[in-house]
């Protein structure tokens, strides 16, 4: 594999540090390694505050590491690009643009015509199922609309890699189950690289090609476990002992981890 | 089976937000004020320096538009306050701006003018017009003083208080400083801007009247004192109740405007 071609992602003995002012620094990331191949949809599952958030910042180019190296399709990761885009866990949608110009967002910033990037807004809206919700605001919507939106907008740039932050988090159950099963029919269309944060172990194993396991404080990579379920997956994957075996054993990674950092033994 | 037709009671139409319903809500409270008064100035006042009724009040305000003195003082104090509100509300912005961006000078400025925005600026008005004189700019300078606080205090923490996960999304999507003030910050703003100028435009009204008290060849404040020293009640609330009315077209135009450039807010 080829991870210097666009959609490749290269970690390099990254660290990252935090000095808080007035507080004491915080080691977020410790010598992680990591390498993502174009068109790989990979998961991240560790406990609360084992630095997934900051391991995406990273990736995204928001901030820069302490220690080690990024590269994003060979070039080193200086700053955020449009070859890569961030869905956030809350929406953050902007609450005075409507749903396509929040859409439109990265296009126009990145200097497209008003007109033209509402196509393509529109065009991305079909594609999640929101073309009729264009002209409303954010507030009009459900949380589930507004996180489909949110992924339209990062799709919208057609970046070459997708960072995703728990986006399903903030959802019910149910929604969950159904969005994770539209983000798997729109990844299938056109195979870009997905970075997907998640806490839940299930829906990791559901989606991923590979699960990447972090430990906590500092944060590091415990292991990285394949997932060779055939495409395309539907949700009754979920109910096979093959599965659950999958589930489990990541569980077993992380357990005592999830009990620590609640100060359970 | 057919949708069932709900019978609309005119008290729940009253309470929507149709223009028509809006427009009733309107002119009802005004013909309640106006019969509450009619009624208390007949029957319950008799104290023709405190109250006259409706009726002799509009027919003091007719007099008063007939003899062309109602154009005089309406003339000399829109001029003053044409001069001075759009001087306050950029003015106020400007400061408002400077200090949301810079901390220092925000911390160091804000002491003064926590206490000057406290400050009864009226109090002002008669060492203005001593060292102004009787005409326009001692009242500009005292609508200036009044107005600019509100617009200042009110942008500074509109530009302040935009959510950092939105700035963070933006600088994701490439924005640079420029662009986060551009598509954030600013229009994050825009409803904090459009109360601190409600608020402005209130303080402006008193202080245009009360700088005129204190000296002024024309206008409704000088309108106003010299029909009370004639005991002219009916006369000095003619020009009362149109400083009402002036309010109340402001108030109404500041929400269309706040409708128009913000339409993203609930009500
Ligand atoms: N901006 C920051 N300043 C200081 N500490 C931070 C900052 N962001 C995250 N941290 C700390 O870094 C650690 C990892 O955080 P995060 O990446 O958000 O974890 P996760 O997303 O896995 O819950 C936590 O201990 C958190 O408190
Ligand atoms: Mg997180």
Redesign the interface.
């Known amino acids: 594999m080829d991870f210097t071609r666009p959609g490749g992602i290269v970690v390099d003995g990254v660290g990252l540090t935090f000095h808080p002012p007035r507080r004491d620094s915080v080691v977020a990331l410790e010598n992680v390694d990591l390498t993502v191949s174009p068109g790989e949809f990979v998961c991240v599952v560790g406990a609360s505050g084992s630095g997934k958030s900051t391991l995406l910042r990273l990736l995204d180019g928001l901030i820069t590491p302490t220690t080690g190296t990024i590269t994003a399709g060979g070039e080193p990761v200086t700053g955020p690009s449009p070859d890569r885009a961030m869905v956030f866990q809350s929406d953050n949608l902007m609450p005075w643009s409507t749903v396509v110009d929040n859409v439109a967002y990265g296009l126009v910033l990145g200097g497209m015509k008003r007109a033209r990037a509402r196509q393509i807004a529109t065009t991305q809206l079909e594609r999640v199922g929101l073309a009729d919700a264009a002209r409303l605001y954010p507030r009009q919507l459900s949380g589930g609309m507004r996180q489909r939106v949110n992924i339209a907008r990062a799709l919208a740039v057609d970046p070459q890699v997708l960072l995703l932050d728990e986006p399903f988090a903030a959802l019910d159950a149910q929604t969950r189950e159904i969005m994770s099963a539209e983000l798997l029919r729109i990844w299938s269309a056109d195979r870009k690289t997905v970075v997907f944060i998640t806490h839940q172990i299930d829906e990791a194993v559901f989606l991923a090609d590979r699960v990447v396991v972090l430990s906590a404080r500092p944060g590091t990579v415990r292991e990285i476990v394949p997932v060779d379920f055939a495409r395309p997956r539907d949700l009754s994957l979920k109910r096979t002992p093959e599965f659950g075996r999958v589930v489990d054993h990541i569980w077993s990674l992380i357990e005592d981890e999830v009990r620590g950092s609640l100060g359970l033994h | 089976m057919s949708p069932p037709t709900r019978r609309v009671s005119p008290l729940s139409w009253l309470g929507g937000a149709t223009r028509g319903a809006s427009v009733t809500r309107l002119l009802l409270s005004l013909t309640l004020f106006l019969v509450v008064w009619q009624v208390s100035a007949t029957y319950l006042i008799d104290n023709r320096l405190l109250l006259v009724p409706a009726t002799e009040v509009a027919g003091a305000l007719y007099d008063e538009i007939a003899s062309g003195e109602f154009a005089r003082h309406l003339g000399t104090t829109l001029l003053e306050l044409v001069i001075a509100f759009p001087l306050a509300v950029v003015g106020g912005f400007v400061i408002g701006a400077v200090l949301a961006g810079s901390k220092p000078v925000r911390q160091t400025l804000d002491p003064i003018l926590t206490a000057l925005y406290s400050l009864p600026i009226v109090a002002l008005a008669p060492l203005f017009t001593a060292g102004l004189g009787f005409g326009v700019a001692s009242k500009v300078a005292v609508v200036i003083l009044m107005a600019i606080f509100p617009v200042i205090t009110n942008t500074d923490a509109g530009l302040r208080s935009a959510?950092p996960?939105?700035i963070?999304?933006?600088?994701?999507?490439?924005?640079g400083r420029l662009?986060v003030l551009r598509?954030?910050t600013l229009?994050?703003s825009?409803p904090f801007i459009i109360s601190g100028i409600r608020v402005a435009f209130a303080r402006a009204l008193v202080g245009v009247i009360v700088a005129e008290f204190f000296g002024a060849v024309a206008g409704f404040g000088f309108a106003i004192a010299a029909a009370a020293q004639s005991y002219q009640t009916a006369r000095l609330l003619g020009y009362v109740v149109v400083l009402g009315v002036v309010g109340l077209v402001a108030s109404i135009g500041l929400t269309a405007l706040e409708r128009r450039i913000?339409?993203?807010k609930?009500d």
């Open positions: 959510e996960a939105l963070e999304t933006a600088r994701s999507y490439g924005a662009q598509t954030v229009p994050h825009v913000a339409p993203w609930e």
